[in-house]
């Protein structure tokens, strides 16, 4: 390869770094043909983009993007793949997905989630359960509808209850 592609190739590569919410450095290595297709499938599905990458060009690309990305050198060894995503957690999931079919592949190296950094095997966990800005500012419009909801319903029972009383004390009269 010349070294002008190399260099367009970092240049793409840091341009999709800087630009991505959220990535995944995976190794996809091992998997047959069969089973990377729907790796790939599964990865459309989830509007997860799958890249292929030589270690050398991405910690280039690492090396120039913006943020902080030294700690993921250390998992830049093997077969490395990319997982672009703008759910934080998807990539996680579909990971775990392919481990209950018991594929070895996909196996998480190291993931940029939620502008934080985490490195290893045993994050998969926790990156799966990881909530999306949306979904938490979700939960939290949910708790402080909660009360409300609470006051509106004993209200509204409460009119139930008074209306009856009213209909028997106007029929007592007569």
Sequence with gaps: MKREDKT????????????????????????????????????????????VVKNTLLKKALENAKGDFEEMYSALAGPTSLMFTENASSPARLIQEFKKKKFPKPELKAAFAEESVYVGVDQLDLLSTIKSKEELIADLIALLQSPIRNVMSSLDSGKNILAGVVKTLSEKEN
């Design 8 to 51: 367009a190739i970092i240049d793409q590569l840091t341009e999709r770094i800087d630009s991505a919410k959220h990535f995944y450095i995976t190794d996809i290595g091992g998997l047959d043909a069969e089973q990377t297709s729907d790796l790939r499938r599964q990865c459309y599905k989830e509007a997860i983009e799958l890249t």
